[in-house]
Antibody, heavy 118, light 112 residues
Framework: QVQLVESGGGLVKPGGSLRLSCAASGFTFSDYYMSWIRQAPGKGLEWVSYISSSGSTIYYADSVKGRFTISRDNAKNSLYLQMNSLRAEDTAVYYC???????????WGQGTLVTVSS | QSALTQPASVSGSPGQSITISCTGTSSDVGGYNYVSWYQQHPGKAPKLMIY???NRPSGVSNRFSGSKSGNTASLTISGLQAEDEADYYC????????????FGGGTKLTVL
């Protein structure tokens, strides 16, 4: 069965960095595009970033462009999100999700909480 | 402010039908048949309920259906059950140069 397990969340000070990981299993990871989606406490969903199956195509939401970097290691069946220059407004649960055509997310991880606070 | 507009809340009694609307623009909902709907129970990850406007993934009850007219998509839940109480989010592919997918603000469904 498809499983996505995020890790790496935690408490970080404004301006700090954090690296999230998502371990995938139960499907051929290298065949699928993947995304990060976040949800601030008590708020709605916000798409953050997207990476193609080979890693050659990447998109970011304007709110994180230049600060976040998505990457993947198909040999390790893993997706990553490097988050730099973190701000209070980046506080959210971050989900990794499998992307299927066109532009929908059929499997989600359980999420990892990132809290940016001094 | 979310890119897609949903009502904040809807309610219905068990057995009834409800509809949740999702309004966008010609750059997203109106321009593509790539609208999805997600159900989220408190503290849980979202679950895909409808994709490509009206398709149900395997395992999703046929009480859930989707449609679209112009720039507005709709999710209808018939034969409401207590376990349907959750937050529902619509999403759409967008031709915006700065986004890939836009979400609605979410609708809280209360089963009375």
């Amino acid at each position: 069965q498809v499983q996505l397990v995020e890790s790496g969340g935690g408490l970080v000070k404004p301006g700090g960095s954090l690296r999230l990981s998502c371990a995938a299993s139960g499907f051929t990871f290298s065949d699928y595009y993947m995304s990060w989606i976040r949800q601030a406490p008590g708020k709605g969903l916000e798409w953050v970033s997207y990476i193609s199956s080979s890693g050659s195509t990447i998109y970011y939401a304007d709110s994180v462009k230049g600060r976040f970097t998505i990457s993947r290691d198909n040999a390790k069946n893993s997706l990553y999100l490097q988050m730099n220059s973190l701000r209070a407004e980046d506080t959210a649960v971050y989900y990794c999700a499998r992307v299927v055509p066109a532009a929908h997310f059929d499997y989600w991880g359980q999420g990892t909480l990132v809290t940016v606070s001094s | 402010q979310s890119a897609l507009t949903q009502p904040a809340s809807v309610s219905g009694s068990p057995g009834q039908s409800i509809t949740i609307s999702c309004t966008g623009t010609s750059s997203d909902v109106g321009g593509y048949n790539y609208v999805s709907w997600y159900q989220q129970h408190p503290g849980k990850a979202p679950k895909l309920m409808i994709y490509d406007v009206s398709n149900r993934p395997s395992g999703v009850s046929n009480r859930f259906s989707g449609s679209k007219s112009g720039n507005t998509a709709s999710l209808t839940i018939s034969g409401l059950q207590a376990e349907d109480e959750a937050d529902y989010y619509c999403s759409s592919y967008t031709s915006s140069s700065t986004l890939y997918v836009v979400f609605g603000g979410g609708t809280k469904l209360t089963v009375l």
